[in-house]
């Protein structure tokens, strides 16, 4: 090693100095987070008797460019490497996708999860706390033990604004107690066609349904501090059989026709109610509008919904969506932002848009002022549900999962959503005196395919699992005199060859979600339709009762039956059927959708018209 002369002493001078550059480079791009921390916080954006605008300058101005990209992303959380990257890349926000539970999974389990993870935001330099995402799209239903509501297709049915605001109150104080204080919901596509598998997401293919609707969802959430999301913007249930852009998929992430009428007048209307109900996201479609995907549709996202429609919350892209733009991370970036999108749904890979995010916006592909608008329309929406001001807002506790109260309204949903499609001579409502009832088919003791998806894991669990739920046939037995002797098979094979005074065949879909629930040819499979054969075989009157996402092809059976109900996914509270069965409550619920005759009429245009011109089996508004 050479000796450290004065002639020399420059030489190891330059070469100190370019090591520690480098290191400072090495600790920029490793660990975003250690860039040499800025000046201390000033208060005023804590302070809650200023106005939110002051508020949002106010944090603004303090954050570092990690600091503002940390607030567009939103990571699921099984992608989390480390808890600590919430700090590390100043995360704004985490999300549980369909069945992304804690290992403890129990409220509590999750109200810790969540709760450690906020808190380590709250840690951060600036403690902007951290939003958690969820889709408590018909309650809680990633949590066992949370009520589990109607999913929309079924409050869509029941028709009533007030109904729907108590449901959302509801599922609002379930998620809340857990810390989730972001709704992925309400979803206000517009199903056109029943082979799509997102269906039941939607309240009804009438806009008019679905703006109240879909406005008294939102009001109920935010009401209760918990943000809501219009979904998923624009045009999703308009898509064309056999156009997706999943291989997996048939129609679902497919193609909506770039109709500016149809954008207007049907389209719209849903959002600008939930826009004036004070929705502050909306979660932007997975699919293409025309031939560019929604993600990256700027006339869509700002000129049209930010500019003339003046929305003023952030616009969420959904799941991979952003990365189906085009194959460069970086290039899909870019036309994201830059299209309109503010905060994207990181499923997988939060480094790499952290590190795209920060070349974009060093190089001006992405200019500052559009990150800022980003980031101040992300921060409205966490200072509008108080996010910010603890004390001002209060935690509910967990007594409120699945409690007698929330049961209690999802049964009284269950009743309403409810549609009577036949009654024949009456057989509707039953004595709960008969003597003898028998009851079949594959949604009668279970609870799976009476939630349906979306319920503790993504696509569902079919079978009868979830704790303090109710089934359809415990809710018929407990319905009835004790003299009444209730028979069940699962297949109908009743030995005994005296007649039961009725037969009530719950028959159904298994779960299913999203693209995977695409389906050709929607119908009971043979084992259901065998049940009701059977059951017609061994009693004097047949009910059924059919438990499904959607309309299901019935043409056919329909005359052969006496008495028909349709279901929806009615949740976890089953005695809401027996209610009705036994005129404890009354049909009130009219179809949200037309109910189609053939596969030739579809799809069924929001107006109501089939493609061959002919009438369906049951219009929309249809309901004894
Ligand atoms: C769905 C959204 C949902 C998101 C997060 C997406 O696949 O399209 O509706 O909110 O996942 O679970
Ligand atoms: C997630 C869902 C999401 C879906 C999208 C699933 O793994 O759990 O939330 O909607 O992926 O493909």
Do not use: C
Request: charged share 20%.
């Amino acid at each position: 090693m050479a000796m450290l002369t004065w002639k020399n002493l420059g030489a190891y001078f330059l070469a100190g100095g370019a090591l520690v550059v480098a290191v400072l480079l090495l600790a920029k791009f490793f660990k975003p987070a250690s860039v040499p921390p800025p000046p201390p916080a000033s208060g005023i954006y804590r302070d809650s008797t200023q106005s939110v605008d002051v508020r949002i300058e106010d944090l603004l101005k303090q954050m570092t460019l990690q600091e503002k990209i940390g607030q567009m992303a939103l990571v699921e959380k099984n992608s989390l490497k480390n808890p600590d990257d919430i700090s590390d890349y100043a995360l704004g926000a985490l999300l549980s996708g369909g069945g992304g539970k804690p290992d403890n999974n129990t409220p509590e389990g999750w109200k810790n999860m969540v709760g450690e993870y906020v808190d380590i935001s709250k840690t951060t330099r600036l403690g902007i706390p951290l939003l958690y995402g969820a889709d408590v799209i018909h309650g809680n239903g990633n949590v066992p033990g949370a009520t589990i509501f109607p999913h929309f297709i079924g409050l869509g049915a029941a028709n009533s604004p007030t109904l729907t605001e108590r449901v959302a109150q509801a599922s609002a104080e379930e998620s809340a107690a857990l810390g989730i204080r972001w709704n992925f919901s309400p979803t206000l596509d517009l199903p056109t066609d029943i082979r799509w598998g997102r269906v039941y997401e939607a309240f009804s293919d009438d806009p008019g349904r679905v703006i109240r609707q879909g406005a008294a969802f939102v009001r109920g959430l935010q009401n209760s501090g918990v943000l809501a999301t219009a979904k998923h913007f624009v045009g999703i249930g308009s898509m064309t059989w056999g156009d997706s852009s999943n291989q997996n998929f048939k129609i679902d992430q497919g193609l909506v026709p770039d109709d500016s009428e149809a954008l207007t007048n049907t389209y719209l209307p849903p959002y600008e109610a939930a826009l004036d109900a004070g929705a502050l996201s909306v979660m932007a479609g997975l699919a293409k509008w025309g031939e560019v995907d929604m993600a990256a549709n700027k006339y869509l996202l700002t000129d049209v919904l930010k500019t003339d429609m003046g929305f003023e919350g952030f616009v969420v892209s959904d799941w991979y969506g952003v990365y189906e733009i085009t194959d460069s991370t970086y290039d899909a970036t870019v036309t994201a932002i830059n299209a309109g999108v503010d905060m994207v749904m990181l499923p997988y890979d939060y480094k790499q848009f952290n590190s795209d995010m920060n070349k974009a916006v060093t190089r001006g592909e992405i200019p500052q002022e559009r990150v800022d608008d980003a980031v101040r329309r992300i921060l409205r929406a966490k200072f509008a549900m108080g996010l910010f001001d603890e004390g001002v807002w209060s935690q509910p506790g967990l007594e409120v999962m699945g409690s007698d109260e929330h049961r209690d309204l999802a049964r009284e949903a269950v009743q309403k959503s409810l549609v009577l499609l036949k009654n024949q001579g009456s057989v509707l409502p039953l004595s709960p005196h008969l003597s003898h009832i028998r009851v079949a088919g594959s949604a009668s003791d279970n609870i799976g395919r009476q939630t349906g998806a979306w319920t503790v894991e993504w696509q569902g669990i079919d079978g009868n699992w979830l704790p303090g739920a109710t089934s359809i046939l415990s809710g018929i037995q407990a319905a009835v005199d004790q003299k009444t002797t209730v028979e069940y098979d699962l297949n109908g094979d009743f030995t005994n060859d005296e007649l039961a005074d009725v037969g009530i065949a719950v028959v159904g879909e298994k779960p299913y979600a999203e693209g995977w629930g695409d389906n050709p040819e929607p119908r009971l499979d043979d084992a259901d339709l065998a049940a009701i054969e059977n059951l017609k075989k061994t009693s004097k009157h047949v009910v059924v009762i059919i438990v499904s996402g959607r309309p299901l092809l019935i043409t056919d059976e329909l005359p052969d039956w006496e008495a028909v109900i349709a279901a929806w996914l009615l949740g976890s509270e089953g005695e809401g059927i027996a209610d009705a069965l036994f005129g404890k409550s009354s049909f009130t619920g009219t179809l949200p959708l037309p109910w189609p005759r053939t596969l030739e009429q579809l799809p069924i245009t929001t107006e109501g018209q089939t493609q061959d011109n002919t009438a369906p089996l049951f219009a929309r508004g249809f309901g004894l």
